[in-house]
């Protein structure tokens, strides 16, 4: 059973930081690209952020460049992301993807990604 657990969430104040994390078990994703969705309150999941298998790609959604950073290790199968000067607009259940598609471009496509972690809470206090 394919797994992906994500960590890291929390309550913060507006110009704070958090460090989301996403460890996947059961296959490898070393060879996947592996990424960051979100979903506010009443509406659709958006992209966020995306790293390709080999980390010398990544993408970010416009409301977040410069302040988020995607990460990975792929010997630990985990994937990072970290948020600073956080805003009240980040709040939203922060979700982990992976694509399921070896050696593929990075994407911010939704459907493209076959994996999806539980989600964890961010909430950013104004």
């Known amino acids: 059973q394919v797994l992906l657990v994500e960590s890291g969430g929390g309550l913060v104040q507006a110009g704070g930081s958090l460090r989301l994390s996403c460890t996947a078990s059961?296959?490898?994703?070393?060879?996947?690209?592996m990424g960051w969705f979100r979903q506010a309150p009443g509406q659709e999941r958006e992209f966020v952020a995306a790293?390709?298998?080999?980390?010398?790609?990544?993408t970010y959604a416009d409301s977040v460049k410069g302040r988020f950073t995607i990460s990975r290790t792929n010997a630990k199968n985990t994937v990072v992301l970290e948020m600073n000067s956080l805003k009240p607009e980040d709040t939203a259940v922060y979700y982990c993807?992976?694509?399921?598609?070896?050696?593929?471009?990075?994407?911010?496509?939704?459907?493209?990604?076959?994996?999806w972690g539980q989600g964890t809470q961010v909430t950013v206090s104004s």
């Open positions: 993807a992976a694509r399921s598609t070896f050696w593929a471009p990075v994407s911010s496509k939704e459907n493209e990604f076959d994996y």
């Open positions: 790293i390709s298998w080999n980390v010398l790609s990544t």
């Open positions: 059961g296959r490898s994703f070393s060879t996947n690209t």
